[in-house]
């Protein structure tokens, strides 16, 4: 009897699995759900892939059953998605989240933790107002749209909430981003009509694309009256916005491997997890859409500039006072006036959020990174990430998605 256990037990843990991926590829969101989920192969999984390039809404693939999957890992969103992958009788994880679905345990983004991060980054920039862009009618930007107003109005804020006409529940993203950009007059009167200056968060990048191009219709500075950051951080999109766009990372590369790492237990009859799995994402990738730190004061203004242009190099209080032509002490009293911190402080904040972007998008060492950010002392530089994170660089590494951009899998299509 043992013997029998322990060769079901080698041949299951060599066979190779047939796992489907209905995932896009046409989104950064799908393209980092499927890096995650290949890191998890190769790390942990004998699998072989099905994945088409798709968008999110297409149908499962006609010759889906020929391939007789051992499970599927799917971006869940229609009643016809569900019932075709129900029809399989194999197990499912959706990485989607618009259902509930007996069965079938999800594994999603923490929506509230999206928008603390994008609070987060905004109210860091002292910023007076607040205003939230989305697609109403579309779960994941209602969901956004309302942590956004609970959380600011728990702080004492008013939100500034753009209202169009509501999605139907059923219509899709790519359908309804088309459909927004015959409103773009609405919308560019109703950035007009914002108090200056607001802090702007949009539910997603494109979105956020759309609202610059309102600021830019009606002659808007960014980031200086409106400052705009997005989510999802599609780093080719946000790097030909003008100027280029801040977006929280979601940490799809998480979703997609602990998704893997769900299925994988699935396949193996291992205890099921409670549903769903919410991923925290920890990163905003700051860029010159939010460079900016609202005030009145001149001098710390200037300081400010100076600051953003130069944080990465080896410059210290006393050379920001010397740009803006004041003493150190001036400078010191005027900017904790103003904004509530010394000047060193706000360099430590700067430049903390490059270390963590390199940390996070990069192999470099610690002591690369150092270097480039602008600490003398790589221990310097551990000892503040640590007091300010709550974790070392290293540990805040490990939780994040490599930094390689290969699938590393070859996609490969019934027979």
């Known amino acids: 009897m043992i013997l029998i256990f322990l060769q079901s037990e080698l041949w299951r843990m060599t066979k190779r699995r047939r796992i489907a991926l209905l995932i896009e590829s046409s989104r950064a969101y799908g393209r980092d759900l499927l890096r995650g989920i290949a890191t998890y192969a190769r790390a942990h999984g004998h699998w072989t892939f ?13 010759r889906l059953a020929d391939w007789r999957a051992d499970g599927i890992i799917a971006r869940i969103e229609t009643t016809k998605h569900i019932e075709q992958i129900r029809r399989l009788g194999v197990p499912v994880v959706d ?11 999800s ?9 603390r991060l994008a609070i987060e980054h905004l109210r860091e920039r002292n910023l007076p107002h607040f205003a939230f862009c989305g697609y109403p009618g579309l779960f994941f930007s209602d969901a956004r749209s309302r942590w956004f107003v609970r959380l600011l109005a728990e702080a004492g804020h008013d939100v500034h909430v753009y209202q169009t006409t509501r999605q139907r529940p059923n219509a899709g993203l790519s359908l309804v981003e088309m459909r927004s950009l015959r409103r773009t007059g609405h919308l560019a009167a109703w950035v007009k009509s914002l108090p200056k200056p607001t802090g702007l968060m949009a539910c997603n990048d494109m979105r956020a694309l759309q609202v610059l191009e309102a600021c830019a219709e009606q002659g808007i500075a960014v980031p ?36 893997a790492a769900l299925l994988d237990r699935m396949l193996s009859r291992r205890k099921p997890v409670k549903n769903p799995i919410l991923i925290k994402p920890s990163v905003v990738v700051s860029r010159q859409s ?4 609202a005030v009145s004061d001149p ?33 010191e009293r005027r900017f904790m006036r103003a904004v509530g911190r010394s000047p060193s402080a706000e360099l430590a904040r700067m430049r903390l959020e490059r270390v963590r972007e390199l940390l996070q998008h990069t192999d470099l060492s610690l002591r690369a990174i150092a270097d480039r950010v602008g600490f003398d002392h790589v221990e310097s530089m551990c000892r503040l990430f640590k007091k300010h994170a709550g974790q070392t660089p290293g540990a805040f590494r490990r939780h994040a998605p490599p930094p390689d951009d290969s699938l590393g899998f070859a996609p490969c299509t019934p027979r």
């Open 50 to 62: 099905f994945h088409q390039e798709r968008a999110v809404r297409d149908p499962a693939p006609a």
């Open 95 to 105: 990485v989607f989240g618009l259902h509930r679905l007996d069965g079938i345990p």
């Open 299 to 331: 001098y710390v203004a200037d300081a400010v500039r100076f600051m953003h242009a130069r944080c990465c190099e080896l410059i210290r209080t006393a050379d920001v006072a010397r740009h803006a032509g004041v003493s150190r002490s001036t400078l």
């Open 107 to 115: 594994v999603e983004v923490d929506q509230e933790a999206v928008v």
């Open 224 to 259: 200086d009256e409106v400052a705009v950051i997005g989510v999802d951080n599609d780093a080719v999109q946000c790097e030909l916005c003008d100027p280029p766009l801040s977006s929280v990372d979601p940490a799809a590369r998480q979703v997609g491997y602990e998704a």
């Open 290 to 293: 939010t460079a900016v730190l």
